[in-house]
């Protein structure tokens, strides 16, 4: 092995090692001046500086930034690669969102070109908000599915997808069958899924849009791959909840719907859950089902406001999410100061610590990826940002006057958005780098 396969990030650094403790700081490791050393893409060390100077490391081969913040990538467990220029469509709530605006766009992406162009912009647009990884919706066609694999691939990025299933109740040319869509979600699956750090996600869009046979097959396909992940939409809105009844009329609620064909589990993934009855809160937990987060989505839609505290009691695995494009900001930054006033306004705190957890770590976990990425264990792929904690002149006051670290984070979240991200650096290589932000020199005072 040589030398340059090596390369030494000192700065300070953050992450965790489980849910934090604010009071005791168990769960978390924080350097004021850390080295992250990474081998091959992977994360070989992390210490204190001092420490790694004391075992041999030369600290001037180190890349010094200390004006910056160092932490693991950002995780988005439920966003619609389609929809980036769907975000700020004005005054529907979801059912009439979808049709005026959602489903005119996706069918754009019946071409392959297009959806190769919007597919690379996507994953710059995530890079550039410090997500590294995601868990994403295509479109219905699979040509929209293998663009975004092979842009993906082409940047190397962890990412969970798949093509959206969708048999009925949307514009005829935007409709697969349960033939066609079991043939192509088979391809897809033998083609991309665990291919390098790629993985496939079943993605029937909801249960309004799939027939019964639709989810048949889709059950069967789960089934067919263990391993396999699955992504939908749950108890968004009221009027889909309603609709849900007529149309499922011998279900128990909504989702019994998707657990009478087996669609439930710890690889699956559920957007939204803002509405969820006890009976569904229990059976998400005995099935260790996921809800994904999307605050922005669910005020932007004037959808609710999810009760986070009732489900993570519950043990529900609860993630992070954008849900670009009913969601108003690729930035989990964003993510997490909408999620702190949702849970305020039910009388509920997000802690700093607990929010920057969620976008790593536990959405790493709430995905089962974090074997692989979350934190800097050594041995994980070596996806991580650069933050800039004073983007702007106000950012700047307001850390100068943030004493701890928590207050600092909390600053962050509640302030901050992509022009806080400085790089992101893809299995140890820089793949984003800033240009038109201030540095974040001032911010540091101690
Ligand atoms: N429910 C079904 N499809 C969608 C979608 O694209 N976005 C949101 N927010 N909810 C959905
Ligand atoms: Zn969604």
């Known amino acids: 092995m040589t030398a340059s396969d090596v390369s030494a990030f000192r700065t300070r650094i953050l992450h965790f090692t489980d849910v934090p403790d604010p009071l005791t700081g168990a769960g978390m490791e924080y350097f004021d001046d850390g080295v992250l050393l990474v081998e091959n893409g992977r994360i070989k060390a992390l210490g204190s500086a001092e420490d790694m100077a004391r075992q041999g490391l030369d600290l001037q081969q180190c890349r010094h930034t200390p004006e910056y913040l160092l932490m693991p990538?950002?995780?988005?467990?439920?966003?619609?690669?389609?929809?980036?220029?769907?975000?700020?469509?004005?005054?529907?709530?979801?059912?009439?969102?979808?049709?005026?605006?959602?489903?005119?766009?996706?069918?754009?992406?019946?071409?392959?070109?297009?959806a190769a162009v919007?597919?690379?912009?996507?994953l710059k647009f995530l890079l550039q908000n410090g997500t590294t990884t995601a868990m994403v919706y295509t479109t219905v066609f699979a040509q929209s599915t293998h663009a975004f694999f092979s842009a993906a691939e082409k940047m190397n990025m962890r990412m969970i997808a798949g093509k959206v299933m969708m048999d009925r109740h949307a514009p005829a040319e935007l409709l697969d069958t349960p033939a066609s869509s079991n043939a192509d979600c088979r391809e897809l699956i033998e083609l991309w899924h665990n291919n390098g750090r790629l993985q496939y996600a079943l993605t029937p869009r909801f249960a309004p849009t799939s027939s019964p046979e639709q989810l048949a097959v889709t059950g069967q396909l789960y089934r067919d791959y263990p391993g396999i992940y699955l992504q939908t939409h749950l108890s968004e809105n009221q009027q889909e909840i309603a609709w849900i009844k007529s149309l499922y009329p011998g279900a128990r609620d909504y989702l019994d719907v998707y657990d009478y064909y087996g669609l439930l589990g710890p690889r699956s993934v559920f957007g939204h859950g803002i509405h969820l009855s006890d009976a569904e809160v229990v059976r998400m937990v005995q099935t260790q089902s996921g809800v994904a987060f999307c605050p922005t989505s669910n005020l932007f839609l004037g959808s609710g406001l999810l009760n986070m505290a009732r489900l993570e009691a519950a043990g529900i695995p609860v993630s992070l999410a954008t849900d670009i494009g009913g969601g108003t900001s690729f930035s989990q930054l964003r993510t997490l100061a909408e999620a702190y006033k949702v849970l305020q306004l039910q009388g509920q705190c997000l802690h700093p610590l607990k929010g920057f957890y969620m976008a790593t770590l536990g959405n790493a976990r709430?995905?089962?990826?974090?074997?692989?990425?979350?934190?800097?264990?050594?041995?994980?792929?070596?996806?991580?940002?650069?933050?800039n904690l004073g983007a702007t002149p106000l950012q700047a006051l307001r850390q100068s006057t943030a004493q701890?670290?928590?207050?600092?984070?909390?600053?962050?979240?509640?302030?901050?958005?992509?022009?806080?991200?400085?790089?992101?650096?893809?299995?140890?290589?820089?793949?984003?780098?800033r240009t038109d932000s201030t540095q974040g020199a001032l911010v540091w005072m101690d």
């Open 366 to 387: 709430a995905l089962q990826l974090d074997h692989c990425i979350g934190n800097f264990e050594k041995g994980k792929e070596a996806d991580f940002i650069l933050i």
């Open 404 to 433: 701890s670290l928590s207050e600092k984070l909390f600053a962050l979240m509640t302030l901050g958005d992509e022009h806080n991200i400085a790089r992101a650096y893809i299995m140890g290589k820089l793949a984003f780098r």
């Open 118 to 122: 919007a597919a690379d912009a996507f």
């Open 73 to 114: 990538g950002f995780i988005d467990s439920h966003i619609h690669y389609p929809q980036t220029s769907v975000i700020a469509s004005y005054g529907e709530q979801l059912l009439d969102w979808l049709n005026n605006y959602t489903f005119p766009t996706e069918l754009q992406f019946s071409d392959p070109d297009f």
